[in-house]
């Protein structure tokens, strides 16, 4: 028999506030808290539920990010449901227990309020710290809206628990953490039997199966058989991934896909993107299109693993592609989505004209206008334009001001 669809209610709050009733309702065992803005609100919100008793949560405050994921890999290595969040220089101080996380497969729930990374300082939004955890082993998604980042963490708990490997759901900083959102939450026991009870195959604590964690890997084939086996699971994350997302959409109506598109159906100028920009190029999509014009937009969801088949083949019959990075890859040709969009085309022998942006780098504006002259640029490049190489969108106009 199907499942009945859940019921649910309409809420408005930030994007933080969806992640933190998220929390609520998957009721961990664990969850290991240290503040950094713009993701303080999630564990703030948190710490009011474990006051109140809506959870019944171990709540384990610690002294900084690598202590917040070392305990949180304890917790999960003996059994413990565990979820923690952070943001930028966070994430950037745990890089050497992200690692450990996934080489261990412990299955922890880390949201991430994606930011900037120093220096200079800044605390505004665009993908540099999470960016730099993308080669990690973490199963990596993005949400472009409040409602994505509620569903997605939820979906993260099943999917980490399936394939004993770390997920990293994210959002925007400020710009979807911050901003009152509208949408949509399911009833407690919906949640609750959805992600269901977490009984690992292995554990510290069970003494009649003793297992070790953390051994050394000595000379020979050992680590990089592992890391092998580690390469695979996250692979074969990405069937999970959509298989759970089917589930979800059953009980909620709210599809989930690798990637997500629009005017894709017979598009011939297209740009890739992730996250909350999305939005601002859907309208501007919408714009065109009334026009005549045959455009489109790729949005990417699940970023690692890369649905790098899904792209090619959305992008196959695109004459012209536009790929924005909100993050940089110094040194590279282009930005890291660019550098994955590149290698997913060339790995299915799908030959379009590419053009390469960086964008809103530390909150710097991402106006409907720059969109539209990424459709331009693409428009001419169809014509025979040279390539201008790596564009930053936005900066001439920021130049230009400053100038004046």
């Given at each position: 028999m199907a499942p009945e669809k859940a019921t649910q209610k309409t809420i408005a709050a930030t994007g933080n506030g969806f992640v933190a009733e998220a929390y609520r309702q998957i009721d961990p065992d664990v969850v290991c808290a240290y503040p950094i803005t713009p993701q303080t609100t999630i564990v703030e919100d948190f710490a009011k539920f474990v006051a109140k008793g809506l959870?019944?949560?171990e709540y384990v405050t610690v002294e900084s990010e690598h202590s917040?994921?070392?305990?949180?890999?304890?917790?999960?290595?003996?059994?413990?449901?565990?979820m923690t969040a952070t943001s930028s220089q966070g994430l950037a101080y745990m890089w050497e227990e992200l690692h450990v996380a996934s080489g261990l497969r412990t299955p922890i729930i880390m949201v991430n309020a994606n930011r900037a990374i120093s220096a200079p300082i800044n605390i505004h939004c665009d993908h540099s710290d999470v960016m730099g955890a993308r080669d990690t082993g973490w199963v990596i998604l993005f949400a472009e809206n409040a409602q994505e980042a509620y569903d997605n963490t939820i979906i993260s708990v099943r999917v980490a628990e399936e394939n004993m490997l770390p997920v990293m759901p994210t959002l925007d900083g400020f710009i979807t953490t911050h901003s009152i959102a509208r949408g949509e939450v399911c009833d407690d026991?919906?949640?609750?039997?959805?992600?269901g009870e977490f009984t690992p195959e292995h554990s510290l604590l069970n003494k009649e199966q003793?297992?070790?964690v953390g051994g050394f890997a000595t000379l020979g084939n050992t680590y990089?058989?592992?890391k092998e086996a580690e390469r695979n699971a996250i692979d074969a994350a990405k069937d999970s991934i959509q298989r759970i997302g089917d589930e979800w959409e059953v009980l909620t109506g709210r599809p989930y896909n690798h990637i997500e598109s629009f005017g894709m159906e017979d598009a011939e100028r297209a740009v890739v993107i992730l996250g909350s920009a999305a939005g601002n190029v859907r309208?501007?999509?919408?714009?065109?299109r009334a026009q005549g014009e045959k455009v489109g937009v790729?949005?990417?969801?699940?970023?690692?693993?890369?649905?790098?088949?899904?792209?090619?083949?959305?992008?196959?019959?695109c004459r012209v592609v536009a790929v924005l990075d909100r993050a940089e890859s110094f040194g590279a040709i282009a930005g890291p989505l660019a550098l994955d969009t590149m290698s997913a085309l060339y790995t299915y022998d799908v030959r379009v004209t590419l053009r390469t942006y960086i964008y809103g780098l530390g909150g710097a504006d991402?106006?409907?206008e720059y969109i539209r002259s990424v459709y331009e640029d693409l428009a001419e490049a169809g014509a025979g334009a040279p390539n201008p190489g790596l564009v930053y969108l936005g900066d001439r106009d920021e130049k230009e001001e400053d100038r004046l």
């Amino acid at each position: 028999m199907a499942p009945e669809k859940a019921t649910q209610k309409t809420i408005a709050a930030t994007g933080n506030g969806f992640v933190a009733e998220a929390y609520r309702q998957i009721d961990p065992d664990v969850v290991c808290a240290y503040p950094i803005t713009p993701q303080t609100t999630i564990v703030e919100d948190f710490a009011k539920f474990v006051a109140k008793g809506l959870v019944h949560t171990e709540y384990v405050t610690v002294e900084s990010e690598h202590s917040s994921m070392s305990a949180a890999i304890g917790a999960s290595a003996a059994g413990a449901r565990t979820m923690t969040a952070t943001s930028s220089q966070g994430l950037a101080y745990m890089w050497e227990e992200l690692h450990v996380a996934s080489g261990l497969r412990t299955p922890i729930i880390m949201v991430n309020a994606n930011r900037a990374i120093s220096a200079p300082i800044n605390i505004h939004c665009d993908h540099s710290d999470v960016m730099g955890a993308r080669d990690t082993g973490w199963v990596i998604l993005f949400a472009e809206n409040a409602q994505e980042a509620y569903d997605n963490t939820i979906i993260s708990v099943r999917v980490a628990e399936e394939n004993m490997l770390p997920v990293m759901p994210t959002l925007d900083g400020f710009i979807t953490t911050h901003s009152i959102a509208r949408g949509e939450v399911c009833d407690d026991a919906t949640v609750k039997a959805f992600v269901g009870e977490f009984t690992p195959e292995h554990s510290l604590l069970n003494k009649e199966q003793p297992v070790t964690v953390g051994g050394f890997a000595t000379l020979g084939n050992t680590y990089q058989n592992i890391k092998e086996a580690e390469r695979n699971a996250i692979d074969a994350a990405k069937d999970s991934i959509q298989r759970i997302g089917d589930e979800w959409e059953v009980l909620t109506g709210r599809p989930y896909n690798h990637i997500e598109s629009f005017g894709m159906e017979d598009a011939e100028r297209a740009v890739v993107i992730l996250g909350s920009a999305a939005g601002n190029v859907r309208a501007v999509v919408r714009e065109l299109r009334a026009q005549g014009e045959k455009v489109g937009v790729v949005n990417i969801r699940t970023y690692r693993p890369f649905p790098s088949a899904e792209l090619a083949e959305i992008l196959k019959n695109c004459r012209v592609v536009a790929v924005l990075d909100r993050a940089e890859s110094f040194g590279a040709i282009a930005g890291p989505l660019a550098l994955d969009t590149m290698s997913a085309l060339y790995t299915y022998d799908v030959r379009v004209t590419l053009r390469t942006y960086i964008y809103g780098l530390g909150g710097a504006d991402v106006k409907l206008e720059y969109i539209r002259s990424v459709y331009e640029d693409l428009a001419e490049a169809g014509a025979g334009a040279p390539n201008p190489g790596l564009v930053y969108l936005g900066d001439r106009d920021e130049k230009e001001e400053d100038r004046l």
